[in-house]
């Protein structure tokens, strides 16, 4: 069970409501009224949760669950204790946090302005905005209905945030357009200079960094990320962007829908991912490559030519994650034989 002190929980909920939300099957014979009040994980759930199984490396866990009711694939169900109610589904993660979600919606802060909020008087907001304490707005922002602003936000002139979008404490935006329902979590620092000069053995010339940041609908930007505003070109994240805490995006960047970017990725300038690209954690990516539509780059590689689209890469440098595997195997026999 959540803490409640930090999670409010809703229901309780019906197993047929809760498959209904999922878009999961009730197997024949189940009760579809069965009530399920929380969720848990399957070692710890009892008769009133719900769990899941969606890696088969539990799938004993999930034979001696005593929860009331667990999502799985249909090959998985035939384990499932007397007990319990498979619910039916493809992706049972998926049908999980839909799941959750209904449980443990999103609190809806009052829509207030705080006494202590700076905003100019040209700035216009939507209805039903939420303005916390110390943030700063600025002139001609424009920001749309059901916004929630954090406390010590700053938000400088001309920005444009769309309707339910969430701001977390203490983040920072300039020179930059935000798409509708997207979430930026504290510290995220958005809009700033890219890091663009000239070297001079007499001193770096700075170039000025006249572009924007454009994020679309859907993008999720963690903790303490930083994304450069583009240096002529705009800095782009496209629709559905899930991005990790401590991202380092550079300028004139552009990122494709639904990608996923994980903790301390770097990116350098000008570089261009297409959609649904992956990136592990620590990866680093050169300036000014092409990563294709669904491109795999593992966790710690260095990026320096383009990926194909749907290619998988691996290492430093980064190559295919076969010749990867290769090279790595011909080592591990060159170490053997030194050492015999």
Request: glycine share 12%; aromatic share 6%; proline share 7%.
């Given at each position: 069970?959540?803490?409640?002190?930090?999670?409010?929980?809703?229901?309780?909920?019906?197993?047929?409501?809760?498959?209904?939300?999922?878009?999961?099957?009730?197997p024949p014979g189940a009760d579809p009224e069965l009530?399920?009040?929380?969720?848990?994980?399957?070692?710890?759930?009892?008769?009133?949760?719900?769990?899941?199984?969606?890696?088969?490396?539990?799938?004993?866990?999930?034979?001696?669950?005593?929860?009331?009711?667990?999502?799985?694939?249909?090959?998985?169900?035939?384990?499932?204790?007397?007990?319990?109610?498979?619910?039916?589904?493809?992706?049972?993660?998926?049908?999980?946090?839909?799941?959750?979600?209904?449980?443990?919606?999103?609190?809806?802060?009052?829509?207030?302005?705080?006494?202590?909020?700076?905003?100019?008087?040209?700035?216009?907001?939507?209805?039903?905005?939420?303005?916390?304490?110390?943030?700063?707005?600025?002139?001609?922002?424009?920001?749309?209905?059901?916004?929630?602003?954090?406390?010590?936000?700053?938000?400088?002139?001309?920005?444009?945030?769309?309707?339910?979008?969430?701001?977390?404490?203490?983040?920072?935006?300039?020179?930059?357009?935000?798409?509708?329902?997207?979430?930026?979590?504290?510290?995220?620092?958005?809009?700033?200079?890219?890091?663009?000069?000239?070297?001079?053995?007499?001193?770096?010339?700075?170039?000025?960094?006249?572009?924007?940041?454009?994020?679309?609908?859907?993008?999720?930007?963690?903790?303490?990320?930083?994304?450069?505003?583009?240096?002529?070109?705009?800095?782009?994240?496209?629709?559905?962007?899930?991005?990790?805490?401590?991202?380092?995006?550079?300028?004139?960047?552009?990122?494709?829908?639904?990608?996923?970017?994980?903790?301390?990725?770097?990116?350098?300038?000008?570089?261009?991912?297409?959609?649904?690209?992956?990136?592990?954690?620590?990866?680093?990516?050169?300036?000014?490559?092409?990563?294709?539509?669904?491109?795999?780059?593992?966790?710690?590689?260095?990026?320096?030519?383009?990926?194909?689209?749907?290619?998988?890469?691996?290492?430093?440098?980064?190559?295919?994650?076969?010749?990867?595997?290769?090279?790595?195997?011909?080592?591990?026999?060159?170490?053997?034989?030194?050492?015999?």
């Open positions: 069970m959540a803490d409640p002190r930090f999670f409010t929980r809703a229901g309780p909920f019906t197993v047929a409501e809760i498959a209904a939300r999922a878009g999961a099957e009730l009530v399920l009040v929380d969720v848990a994980p399957l070692e710890t759930a009892g008769p009133g949760d719900l769990s899941f199984l969606d890696n088969r490396k539990y799938v004993d866990a999930f034979a001696a669950s005593r929860a009331g009711a667990a999502f799985v694939r249909p090959e998985h169900a035939g384990r499932a204790p007397s007990t319990l109610v498979p619910l039916l589904a493809k992706d049972p993660y998926k049908a999980y946090a839909l799941a959750a979600r209904a449980f443990y919606p999103e609190p809806a802060p009052p829509a207030t302005i705080s006494p202590t909020a700076v905003i100019d008087p040209t700035a216009r907001l939507g209805t039903d905005v939420s303005v916390g304490p110390y943030a700063v707005i600025g002139a001609r922002v424009e920001i749309g209905d059901r916004c929630r602003i954090g406390s010590h936000v700053v938000i400088g002139d001309g920005v444009i945030i769309a309707e339910d979008v969430r701001i977390h404490p203490h983040c920072t935006l300039s020179h930059c357009f935000v798409g509708p329902r997207t979430t930026i979590f504290p510290g995220a620092r958005i809009g700033q200079d890219g890091f663009g000069f000239a070297p001079d053995p007499a001193g770096h010339v700075r170039v000025p960094q006249l572009g924007r940041v454009i994020i679309g609908a859907d993008v999720e930007i963690g903790a303490n990320t930083t994304i450069d505003r583009g240096a002529g070109p705009d800095t782009i994240v496209g629709d559905g962007a899930m991005i990790d805490n401590l991202v380092q995006i550079g300028h004139n960047v552009a990122i494709g829908r639904g990608c996923v970017l994980v903790a301390q990725v770097g990116i350098s300038g000008s570089t261009k991912l297409g959609d649904f690209v992956m990136a592990g954690g620590q990866v680093g990516i050169a300036g000014h490559l092409t990563i294709g539509t669904g491109a795999r780059l593992a966790a710690k590689c260095g990026v320096m030519r383009d990926v194909a689209a749907g290619v998988t890469v691996c290492g430093f440098p980064a190559v295919p994650i076969k010749e990867f595997m290769r090279q790595f195997a011909a080592i591990e026999r060159l170490a053997k034989k030194r050492g015999k």
